[in-house]
Nanobody
Framework: QVQLVESGGGLVQPGGSLRLSCAASRTISGRKALGWYRQAPGSEREMVATIKSDGSTNYADSVKGRFAISRDTAKNTLSLQMNNLKPEDTAVYYC??????????WGQGTQVTVSS
C-alpha cells in the first residue's frame, strides 16, 4: 500500500504561479508512471502531466509550456510547477502513482483556485 499526500494548493491570481508537491510513503523509483490529474466541479478527472519510469513526460495541451512535472527519487516526491495560471486551471489536483501491475494509487487532492 502506498500513501500519497499532496500539498501546495491555494488561491492565486491569474498569471501567478504555484508549486504542488506530492510525498509518497514508499519509493517512487522505478514506478511505471507518476502523474498529476485534476477535476473541476461538474467535470471528469483529466490528466494534466505524467512522467514515466524512463523520464519521458506528457502534458495536456491546455498546460503545455506553462506547467512542468518533476520527480525527486531521493526524497520520494513528485512536483508540478504551474506558471501563468488561468481561471480555467481551477480544480482539485490529484497525485497518481501507477505500478507495473497497473495498480493506481491516488492522493486526497489539493485545491487550486485561480481568481482575481
Amino acid at each position: 500500500q502506498v500513501q500519497l499526500v499532496e500539498s501546495g494548493g491555494g488561491l492565486v491570481q491569474p498569471g501567478g504561479s504555484l508549486r504542488l508537491s506530492c510525498a509518497a510513503s514508499r519509493t517512487i523509483s522505478g514506478r511505471k508512471a507518476l502523474g498529476w490529474y485534476r477535476q473541476a466541479p461538474g467535470s471528469e478527472r483529466e490528466m494534466v502531466a505524467t512522467i514515466k519510469s524512463d523520464g519521458s513526460t506528457n502534458y495536456a495541451d491546455s498546460v503545455k509550456g506553462r506547467f512542468a512535472i518533476s520527480r525527486d527519487t531521493a526524497k520520494n516526491t513528485l512536483s508540478l510547477q504551474m506558471n501563468n495560471l488561468k481561471p480555467e486551471d481551477t480544480a482539485v489536483y490529484y497525485c497518481n502513482m501507477k505500478t507495473w501491475l497497473d495498480t493506481n494509487y491516488w492522493g486526497q487532492g489539493t485545491q487550486v483556485t485561480v481568481s482575481s
